[in-house]
Nanobody, 117 residues
Framework: QVQLVESGGGLVQPGGSLTLSCAASGSRFSVYGLAWFRQGPGKQRESVAHITSADRITYGDSVKDRFTISRDNAKNTMYLRMNSLKPEDTAVYYC???????????WGQGTQVTVSS
């Protein structure tokens, strides 16, 4: 069992930056792939980014060149650095730990990000 807790969400102005964290409990953190998903109001859940246990990284088209995903296995933590934020980035952001396929496995409770002036 893996427990995931997101933090770092909040209100930010367009063009601003924010860093989200996802802290995991338990052992074997390094064997999991890690992903960020988000769901905006009236929208389907979408993949934001993921990073595998071998540090291979994939970004969604809407966040490429603006967001950076990283992991620190020693701290059992994953991060999402978000730059140049836009109102359409407003969503609840969820972290996910998976073995083979992003979107399977374990989920955090989500953290709200609101981009508004």
């Amino acid at each position: 069992q893996v427990q995931l807790v997101e933090s770092g969400g909040g209100l930010v102005q367009p063009g601003g930056s924010l860093t989200l964290s996802c802290a995991a409990s338990g052992s074997r953190f390094s064997v999991y792939g890690l992903a960020w998903f988000r769901q905006g109001p009236g929208k389907q859940r979408e993949s934001v980014a993921h990073i595998t246990s071998a540090d291979r990284i994939t970004y969604g088209d809407s966040v490429k060149d603006r967001f950076t995903i990283s992991r620190d296995n020693a701290k059992n933590t994953m991060y999402l650095r978000m730059n140049s934020l836009k109102p359409e980035d407003t969503a609840v952001y969820y972290c996910n730990a998976f073995l083979l396929v992003p979107g399977t496995g374990y989920w955090g409770q989500g953290t709200q990000v609101t981009v508004s002036s």
